[in-house]
Nanobody, 127 residues
Framework: QVQLVESGGGLVQAGGSLRLSCATSGRTFSRYAMGWLRQAPGKEREFVAAISWSGTSIYYADSVKGRFTISRDNAKNTVYLIMNSLKPEDTAVYSC????????????????????WGQGTQVTVSS
C-alpha cells in the first residue's frame, strides 16, 4: 500500500501560478503510475494530468493542456503539478492518485482506475 500527501495549494489571482506536490510513502513509488484529479464544488471529480512510472508517458486534460505540467522525481518519491495561467474555473480540490502497474509506459485517465488517493489540497483562483 502507498500513502499520498498533497501540499502546495492556496489562494491565487487569475493568471498566477502554483506548484502542487504529492509525497508518497510505503511501497516502491517507481512502480506506480500517478495522476492529478480535481473536484470543484457541486461537480464530479475530473481528470487533470497523468504520468507513467517511467515518466516518459504524459497526458493532460484539454482544459489544462499548455498551462499545467506534471512531473515526478522517483528518487524523492514525489509527483508535481505546476499550474500556470490559472483561471477561476481551475478552482477545486486537487488530489493525487496512484495505480500500481508493471508497465513503465502506462498512464491512467479514469478516476475509477486509481487504487490510492491523497486527501487533497484546495486551490482557489480569484478573478
Amino acid at each position: 500500500q502507498v500513502q499520498l500527501v498533497e501540499s502546495g495549494g492556496g489562494l491565487v489571482q487569475a493568471g498566477g501560478s502554483l506548484r502542487l506536490s504529492c509525497a508518497t510513502s510505503g511501497r516502491t513509488f517507481s512502480r506506480y503510475a500517478m495522476g492529478w484529479l480535481r473536484q470543484a464544488p457541486g461537480k464530479e471529480r475530473e481528470f487533470v494530468a497523468a504520468i507513467s512510472w517511467s515518466g516518459t508517458s504524459i497526458y493532460y486534460a484539454d482544459s489544462v493542456k499548455g498551462r499545467f505540467t506534471i512531473s515526478r522525481d522517483n528518487a524523492k518519491n514525489t509527483v508535481y503539478l505546476i499550474m500556470n495561467s490559472l483561471k477561476p474555473e481551475d478552482t477545486a480540490v486537487y488530489s493525487c492518485a496512484a495505480h500500481e502497474t508493471q508497465n513503465p509506459y502506462y498512464y491512467y485517465t479514469g478516476t475509477y482506475e486509481y487504487d490510492y488517493w491523497g486527501q487533497g489540497t484546495q486551490v482557489t483562483v480569484s478573478s
